[in-house]
């Protein structure tokens, strides 16, 4: 199963309490990928301290898809 949030055109803090809250509900091997308008850097450390998985491409719009595994 994959979950998707757009989070673009969101000030912060949006987007990061919305990934949290998809967090809570990410089952293993089911995979969340996530829309940025910009790198989540504040993201990546929690994702580390949760035992997540991360991967992240530049798109050609200059937003950001990150894939996350838990």
Same mark, same amino acid.
């Given at each position: 199963?994959?979950?998707?949030?757009?989070?673009?055109?969101?000030?912060?803090?949006?987007?990061? !309490?919305?990934?949290?809250?998809?967090?809570?509900?990410?089952? +293993?091997?089911?995979?969340? %990928? $996530?829309?940025?308008? #910009?790198?989540?850097?504040?993201?990546?450390?929690?994702?580390? !301290?949760?035992?997540?998985?991360?991967?992240?491409?530049?798109? +050609?719009?200059?937003?950001? %898809? $990150?894939?996350?595994? #838990?």
């Amino acid at each position: 199963m994959s979950l998707i949030l757009d989070n673009r055109g969101l000030e912060p803090p949006q987007p990061m !309490m919305r990934v949290m809250e998809a967090l809570e509900t990410l089952k +293993e091997n089911e995979v969340l %990928t $996530i829309i940025n308008d #910009r790198k989540p850097m504040f993201l990546y450390e929690h994702l580390e !301290m949760e035992g997540c998985k991360h991967e992240t491409s530049e798109n +050609e719009d200059g937003s950001f %898809t $990150i894939k996350i595994r #838990r």
